[in-house]
């Protein structure tokens, strides 16, 4: 059978968290049945959602009384599943949907370093001695009305080991945009500080024996 990536995404995001319905599980059995990978997919995801344990309730706003709006939410809840167990976690990064107007105009999606809702680009420098200096990490941060928010996509850190995400500020102190754990698949994850990026000047990884696997300077913001 043939089935788009997304879609698979949504089903095996569905059976991870228990969220399928009849009709869902009987077409994630049947895409099982012509890719045995998807079980186990499944069950390594399964695996590393237990490990890292509760992962606190969404919380749904109202939604317009508009034919198919139940059907749609679930399926944006599962992709969003996809991508928070699936690909990456924030295990103490706080989800927040972005806040009506926190943003540039979409027609104009630019602007220098700070401003909000566009993503900067970071630059990594190299870490003498890391242990995992051969991984790939690549990241962006993108300021908010309520703080900062890291997007990160990171491939060949050791598998099942805690990494934590931290902002910088001027006196060197640190601020939790919270962790991930390495996996054997590309990790992409969103996490989020309470910290504002004018305040923010340095973004770190740090792995769990304490030690600094990424580390980058950001840009002065104009005040």
Known sequence: MSTSSERRAELIAGAVTGHLDEVEQAELDALVRADPTVAVEVEELRAVSERIGTLGAWEEAPAPAVAGAPRRRRLL???????????????????????????????DPSGPPGTL??????????????????????????????????????DGLAVGQ?????????????????????????????????VLREDVVTLQIVGPDGELVRSADLPTVAG
């Open 117 to 154: 809702g566009v993503a900067e680009p970071v630059r990594f420098e190299p870490v003498a001695g890391s242990p995992a200096a051969e991984a790939e990490v690549r990241a962006e941060v993108i300021p908010h009305t309520w703080g900062t928010e890291a997007v990160l996509d990171v």
């Open 162 to 194: 805690t990494y934590d995400v931290l902002f910088l500020d001027a006196d060197g102190s640190p601020v939790s945009a919270g962790a991930f754990l390495g996996s054997t698949v590309e990790i992409h994850c969103s996490l989020n500080a309470a």
């Open 77 to 107: 809840a599962a992709a969003a599943a996809a991508l928070v167990v699936g690909t990456g976690l924030g295990v103490a990064g706080t989800l927040v949907a972005q806040q009506a107007g926190d943003g540039p105009d979409p027609s």
